[in-house]
């Protein structure tokens, strides 16, 4: 196999995986925070809320990634204007596309999140609520003391395959021009066709350093911190 | 679920229906602040111009550019499952061999396969076509999505395989080896079929990320006229781009809901088929999908209503397999 093309300076493989990085981390404290968010309405005792979050999951889960991603480009960006970057930026284009990114992992994590978090609560027994009540908490003060508590420390494994997917999905971001990993594999099997199999094997390898420590650590977080029952 | 089934809350006093009034009106507010902005955004754009939206109710878009598209995504997912399901299969049972020799291998690949975006196995997949002179011009961009969707989809199944077999209750083994089967005999005969009842509602559901995949053949270099690519062409001819992706998000939410719901159909109808034999009790306790590293026991997304229904492993199962 022939690895010339790791020295060439015209393809920057780390800056692209940097950037791959970066999207993760960014979208991935997003989701957690608007599911969580999600998760709560969901099992809210205000009716709207609960329709409202029940509605938001069930769209934003079904409709591929991809459309999203696209739509916020086309959609947002390009037909109603929508810009989140300054136009007199140099970096405009680079900038706006990777937050309309951002935006669009969160709005589909962001699910997933909601989804895992709300069968964490399952995990809770019964019988904690129904102390929480008897001692006279309201939903909220039962939410945020009593059950997410526990919940959250029961989600931590289904949680880590949330991330490794949203890891593995932001490779999407390069069908609106993000330069990330995925973008730049993708010209690099156009110039450098008699290295196909060394150029994938290279990205491959990425992604495998990103996912794999990551289940693995969370795996023995997700141990450490279950609540033995 | 209404307001007085939840354990996270009691049936609410004046006080709290107050206070839930209040944080209704409160929500209310905010999404009619959101909705009117949004719609104040479309309307200064001109995008709920009824021009730009009556292209869709008239046949012609859609014979020409939608459904065509839509026949792509759903062929290129059809044939994906069809390679996926034996495959998936082969590696499965091949992690579940006595001989190290097989099972090493095996989950080499299916690991390998997992941790890769399927984007790059197109792309790569794509490229190497061309290099190699696989296909012609016209059927290689469905190969490559094909190729892409069948080893990572075949690596999933593979897991949902071996957590399937893992999940029957020893005995049946026992029972199996005490009246003499062979290790052949033990798999078709007997592990195979129930575990396929049990796998049912995953594959299902596997379908579903399968067709949202499919989406990703129309990005970068891979070219393939599936639904999404139709976008393109009719922003271009009617410059009508909010519609268009809406209409385009709502078949592929419509196609997936339908997938989701025969899901949930496979499951009840498997759970029914538990009750006789108690065996929605035993999958519940026997510890093999803790290994697969696939989600925590016991997690159910039904959620607080705690009625019973299918056990918590399966469900988890299922649960995991529903993501991206």
Same mark, same amino acid.
């Given at each position: 196999m022939d690895f010339d093309f790791l020295s060439d300076p015209a393809y920057d493989i780390v800056g692209a995986f940097l950037v791959t990085i970066e999207l993760t981390i960014l979208s991935a404290i997003g989701s957690l925070i608007w599911g969580t968010l999600l998760a709560g309405m969901r099992v809210s005792p205000i009716p709207v809320m609960r329709w409202f979050g029940t509605l938001y999951v069930n769209i934003f889960r079904n409709a591929p990634l991809t459309v999203l991603i696209v739509a916020t480009s086309v959609v947002l960006s390009d037909t109603l204007g929508i810009r989140l970057a300054a136009r007199t930026s140099p970096s405009f284009l680079a900038d706006n596309a990777f937050r309309l990114a951002v935006l669009g992992f969160i709005v589909y994590t962001s699910t997933f999140v909601c989804e895992a978090i709300r069968s964490g609560i399952n995990t809770v027994p019964t019988g904690q609520a129904e102390a929480a009540r008897a001692i006279g908490m309201t939903f909220s003060q039962n939410l945020r003391i009593v059950v997410m508590p526990q919940a959250l420390r029961a989600v931590v494994a289904p949680l880590a395959s949330v991330l490794i997917a949203l890891t593995k999905n932001t490779t999407v971001a390069a069908s609106i021009g993000v330069a990330e990993a995925a973008l730049l594999m993708s010209t690099m099997v156009e110039n450098e066709s008699n290295a196909l199999f060394s150029v994938f094997v290279v990205f491959a390898f990425g992604f495998i350093v990103l996912t794999l420590p990551i289940g693995l650590l969370l795996g023995v977080l997700a141990k450490k911190v279950a609540v033995k029952r | 679920m209404s307001a007085t089934t939840s354990v996270l809350y009691d049936a609410p006093g004046p006080k709290a229906r107050m206070r839930n009034i209040i944080y209704t009106v409160i929500f209310v507010l905010i999404l009619a602040g959101v909705t009117f902005w949004v719609l104040y955004t479309l309307s200064t754009k001109a995008e709920l111009a009824p021009s730009k939206w009556r292209p869709f109710a008239t046949m012609d878009v859609w014979t020409t550019f939608l459904l065509p598209g839509l026949w792509q995504t759903l062929k290129a997912a059809a044939i994906s499952l069809v390679i996926a399901l034996p495959i998936g299969a082969i590696l499965g049972l091949g992690r579940l061999s006595d001989h190290a020799w097989v099972r090493w291998p095996c989950a080499v690949i299916v690991e390998f396969f997992r941790a890769i975006p399927v984007l790059l196995l197109m792309v790569f997949a794509k490229a190497l076509f061309v290099v190699a002179d696989i296909g012609t011009a016209e059927n290689r961009p469905l190969l490559a999505v094909v190729t892409g969707l069948v080893l990572y989809n075949g690596s999933v199944l593979a897991e949902v395989f071996r957590a399937g077999i893992l999940s029957l209750p020893k005995g049946q083994t026992e029972a199996s080896k005490a009246i003499g089967l062979r290790k052949g005999q033990l798999m078709r005969f007997i592990l195979l079929p129930q575990a396929f009842a049990l796998m049912l509602p995953a594959i299902v559901s596997q379908l579903v990320v399968i067709v949202k995949d499919?989406? @990703? =053949?129309?990005?970068? $270099?891979? &070219?393939?006229?599936e639904l999404l690519a139709s976008a393109r062409t009719i922003t271009a001819n009617y410059g009508n781009a909010v519609a268009t992706y809406t209409v385009i998000a709502l078949i592929y939410i419509v196609v997936d809901t339908i997938l989701v719901l025969l899901a949930n159909r496979s499951q009840r109808w498997m759970s029914r088929r538990g009750k006789g034999g108690g065996r929605g009790g035993q999958l519940a306790t026997t /510890? &093999?999908? &803790?290994?697969?590293? @696939?989600g925590v026991p =016991?997690? *159910? *997304? $039904?959620? @607080? *209503?705690?009625? =019973? /229904?299918?056990?918590g492993r399966f469900t988890q199962l299922r649960w995991v397999l529903r993501h991206p």
């Open positions: - | 499919t989406a @990703l =053949g129309s990005q970068l $270099t891979i &070219a393939f006229p /510890g &093999a999908m &803790a290994e697969t590293e @696939l =016991g997690v *159910d *997304d $039904t959620m @607080l *209503d705690r009625k =019973g /229904g299918p056990s």
